[in-house]
């Protein structure tokens, strides 16, 4: 059995695993869209505090949904990937960067949203008690900005996610 001493296991391995690079070019499209619906936002003089209110409602049931469809493609992924007859027919060293690169975007993928989600709750738990606060506005508007650039970014992983599953059947159908 081969094996590599270089590799980590745990969030450390996932966090050397992922670079700043790969973050950034994964998350400019949920920085920018939340940034711009804040600005418009803002512009209008619009309440933050129903924007708040929308963002907990939608993403409280949304985001478990994500994360059973998360789970449920990953174990899809992975009964292709251990097919006898496929695995036989790739590159040994090309299996080993393919798995990798699949556990890592996984890993990943199920940590937005579960993030996203304990963070939604916590966010709607606080809501709940209606604190008063002299920078309400900027608190809401920041905490909606974070939220709505999480839940962004998860969707943007189902649709990452939607592709590697389509390139994964592609590579079974073409080495038939």
């Known amino acids: 059995m081969e094996g590599n001493s270089n590799i980590q296991f745990g969030w450390k391995g996932i ?4 670079s700043w690079k790969e973050f950034v070019r994964d998350a400019w499209f949920p920085i920018i869209l ?3 619906i804040c600005g418009y936002i803002f512009y209008k003089d619009l309440d933050f505090w129903t924007a708040l209110k ?3 409602d939608f993403s409280i049931p949304t985001l478990p949904c994500l994360l059973g469809l998360m789970v449920a493609a990953y174990v ?3 009964t ?3 097919n006898q007859e496929l695995r036989a027919k790739i590159n040994p060293q090309y299996k080993r ?3 990798t690169t699949l556990n890592r975007t996984f890993a990943i993928a199920l940590m937005v949203p579960a993030v996203s989600l304990v963070l939604t709750c916590f966010v709607g738990l606080i809501m709940s008690f209606e604190i008063p606060c002299e920078y309400a506005d900027f608190i809401n508007g920041s905490v909606f900005w974070l939220l709505l650039t999480m839940v962004t970014y998860s969707l ?6 939607a592709i590697d599953l389509f390139n994964i059947a592609q590579c ?3 080495l038939d």
């Open 15 to 18: 966090r050397d695993a992922y």
């Open 54 to 56: 929308f963002m907990v």
């Open 34 to 36: 939340s940034s711009s």
């Open 156 to 161: 943007l992983i189902i649709y990452g996610i």
């Open 76 to 78: 899809l992924v992975i």
């Open 80 to 82: 292709v990937f251990y």
């Open 97 to 99: 960067e393919l798995m």
């Open 172 to 174: 079974s159908v073409k």
